[in-house]
DNA sequence: TTCCATGCAAACACTTTGCACCGTG
DNA sequence: CACGGTGCAAAGTGTTTGCATGGAA
């Protein structure tokens, strides 16, 4: 996306291009992923201090226009991607953290059967899946992240 | 569940039976789907105050011996449920916010064509869909919740 | 020149933690 | 009667908001 169409897009809805605004889609655009803070912390590698509640409100407005979307990837805060023609959907690794982006395309089938089945519209934007790569241990098989504190002392 | 197997699963990894554990395991049963704040809630109504510390830290517990799974169903606090025989996955109208539980056989295509595709194994109790129901106005179309302050003024 | 956007700080919502006391096994 | 569990309060995260100032159009 181009500094203007974000201007135009902006300006379409009723708000103003700021530096700001331009420097945090930016930042989703290069994270692929990423939390606020992490947002923040590019934006300030790549320019002045932003402010923080600068941030959130800005993704707000991305999102509120389209331009960027977010899921909860994990426990803690929700992770941002810019929106793009390929809508795509995540697969989350519990044991090794890695995301894969999956085009929404293979998920048609099952997008389809919910509508059949239930009378729901899926959002596949929106789709959050997981689980463990093969290659990974199992969760909870050795104990790398949280809980299992004494399970069996 | 009986008491007795409550304790059983309790003990067999090390932990005490209490009352509140009996309790917040119980809420959870009742309410299907539930925040720990509701499950407070639930525990008081029943019975003298419990704190809110021990709700989060028994869920924990209740979680690891896997007797209660989690969900992030909304943008706020975590959904609690508990694990039955048959496994089932969450759909969630961002209209009228109600949730549908679905079984989780329903994805068994899905899930086999993310393994072939993607060497993933998926976590299908932990599978959280977002959408709208047929029935329900697009998510944006009025204005029901959240942002669209001024998105044309 | 008009308002929207920002920075700052305080307030919030949700969760975790340290510590002394309580109660299960 | 030992040691895990609880309550309480304080500290942590992550996010939102009120208000005065700054800047885009």
Same mark, same amino acid.
């Given at each position: 996306?181009?500094?203007?169409?974000?201007?135009?897009?902006?300006?379409?809805?009723?708000?103003?291009?700021?530096?700001?605004?331009?420097?945090?889609?930016?930042?989703?655009?290069?994270?692929?992923?990423?939390?606020?803070?992490?947002?923040?912390?590019?934006?300030?590698?790549?320019?002045?201090?932003?402010?923080?509640?600068?941030?959130?409100?800005?993704?707000?407005?991305?999102?509120?226009?389209?331009?960027?979307?977010?899921?909860?990837?994990?426990?803690?805060? $929700?992770?941002?991607?810019?929106?793009? !023609?390929? /809508? #795509?959907? =995540?697969?989350?690794? @519990?044991?090794?953290?890695?995301?894969?982006?999956?085009?929404?395309?293979?998920?048609?089938?099952?997008?389809?059967?919910?509508?059949?089945?239930?009378?729901?519209?899926?959002?596949?934007?929106?789709?959050?899946?997981?689980?463990?790569?093969?290659?990974? $241990?199992?969760?909870?098989?050795?104990? !790398?992240? /949280? #809980?299992? =504190?004494?399970?069996? @002392?």
């Amino acid at each position: 996306m181009e500094d203007e169409d974000l201007r135009d897009r902006l300006r379409g809805s009723g708000y103003r291009m700021t530096p700001q605004r331009e420097l945090i889609l930016r930042a989703v655009q290069a994270l692929e992923h990423a939390t606020p803070d992490e947002v923040l912390a590019e934006v300030r590698q790549h320019s002045a201090a932003v402010n923080a509640s600068t941030v959130y409100r800005t993704l707000e407005v991305l999102e509120t226009l389209g331009l960027v979307r977010h899921a909860h990837l994990t426990d803690r805060a $929700p992770t941002y991607h810019v929106v793009e !023609e390929h /809508e #795509h959907f =995540h697969l989350v690794c @519990r044991a090794c953290g890695k995301v894969t982006s999956v085009d929404a395309e293979q998920a048609a089938a099952f997008v389809e059967q919910i509508r059949a089945g239930h009378g729901f519209v899926v959002d596949r934007g929106h789709l959050a899946v997981f689980g463990t790569c093969e290659v990974c $241990p199992p969760p909870g098989a050795e104990d !790398e992240q /949280e #809980h299992s =504190h004494h399970a069996s @002392r």
